[in-house]
């Protein structure tokens, strides 16, 4: 097998696959990428199993159809030190040779056809939602949701579609994040999907998508991309039962002002305390070694102050997402869950015990 590529096209599309490689063991073929390229037409896949991703291009050149395996990150190196020029790659043996000019470089293969396969999309159910609303929704709930949970299923968000909306939710058990989107479902339906897909799906899509799912696999794709990732299975906790029914106070808020004034006492300490009182708002800290304080005037309406003791994080999150000028501040009591609205965005933030 014989290609040629700018080294531009190549670089980038490594890049690109490199979250969908084994990192820790390079014998694993699963480290590898595979290439096969055919006149007018190439393919390159990287999966790790759990996650896939296949790119289709035609800035190749072929010179000899065929395809090969190499370790992505090795190759990646490798492409990076060479110049902005082209380059040539070549299989012989059981090894790949990267030429360019005199630069030339070999890395051992495996057989191309013990390479995984990926699913199928044929055949498979399909999801109708608004794809762009989707990718921007996966956005603001990301922060929320857990790494390393023992309970597997909060290590992902959640799509639960209903026949008249759909809710896309994220939990770390401190706060849990609800986006909810209007649509008309014939199906109910409820699939937990990894964080680690769903940062990579915020990364490759950008426009109209197709998602395709059956009970194992998630399945997205576009005129060049093709991207799959394994469902977690498990049963996602009842998160309507923690969104309040009622609020005793529903405050609207500056967020410009909100955030300058949590990122001032975040300097001394993320762990912050938010007085809410009748004429103003007062943020300090709860360090007890160095003071920091500050406030801004605001009517809020309350005829008895409420203290909030919060991780200044969960607050800057939804701050960071929302996309209005204001948003609502929705109390209780000081010691029960809050919430934070903007819209069909919403956080159920757990305050600190102190």
Not at 83 to 112: M, N, Y
Not at 234 to 246: F, L, Q, T, V
Request: proline share 4%.
């Amino acid at each position: 097998m014989k290609i040629k590529v700018q080294k531009q096209i190549l670089e980038s599309i490594l890049i690109s696959v490199q979250p969908f490689l084994e990192k820790k063991d390079d014998t694993q073929i699963t480290s590898h990428i595979l290439i096969e390229s055919y006149e007018g037409r190439s393919v390159i896949r990287a999966t790790d199993h759990e996650i896939g991703l296949q790119i289709e291009t035609e800035r190749f050149e072929t010179i000899e159809g065929g395809s090969f395996t190499a370790n992505g990150k090795k190759l990646l190196d490798i492409i990076r030190i060479l110049r902005d020029e082209e380059i040539r790659l070549e299989t012989e043996d059981s090894h790949l040779k990267v030429i360019q000019k005199r630069s030339k470089f070999k890395l051992p293969i495996f057989d191309p056809q013990a390479y995984p396969s990926f699913p199928v999309k044929d055949e498979k159910p399909k999801i109708s939602l608004d794809s762009y609303s989707l990718i921007k929704n996966f956005k603001k709930i990301s922060p929320a949701i857990d790494t390393n949970n023992p309970k597997h299923e909060l290590n992902g968000a959640l799509i639960n579609i209903k026949r008249e909306y759909t809710d896309i939710v994220g939990t770390d058990t401190k706060r849990l994040a609800i986006v909810k989107m209007e649509n008309v479902s014939e199906k109910e339906l409820a699939l937990i999907l990894p964080k680690k897909a769903i940062m990579e799906i915020q990364k490759l899509f950008l426009d109209k998508i197709e998602i395709y799912y059956d009970e194992n696999t998630l399945i997205i794709t576009n005129e060049d991309l093709f991207f799959y990732t394994r469902l977690i299975n498990g049963k996602y906790p009842d998160y309507e039962r923690i969104i309040p029914k009622s609020l005793k106070h529903e405050i609207e808020l500056p967020k410009k002002e909100m955030i300058d004034a949590i990122r001032m006492i975040t300097t001394i300490s993320h762990e912050i305390r938010i007085s809410i009182e009748p004429d103003r708002i007062v943020f300090d800290s709860l360090s007890t070694d160095v003071e920091a304080k500050t406030e801004i005037e605001r009517v809020t309406n309350i005829e008895q102050s409420y203290q909030l003791t919060i991780n200044s994080r969960h607050m800057l999150d939804f701050l960071s997402q929302s996309e209005s000028e204001s948003f609502i501040l929705g109390i209780n009591e000081a010691t029960t869950p809050f919430m934070v609205k903007d819209g069909n965005f919403i956080t159920i933030i757990m305050p600190i015990v102190i």
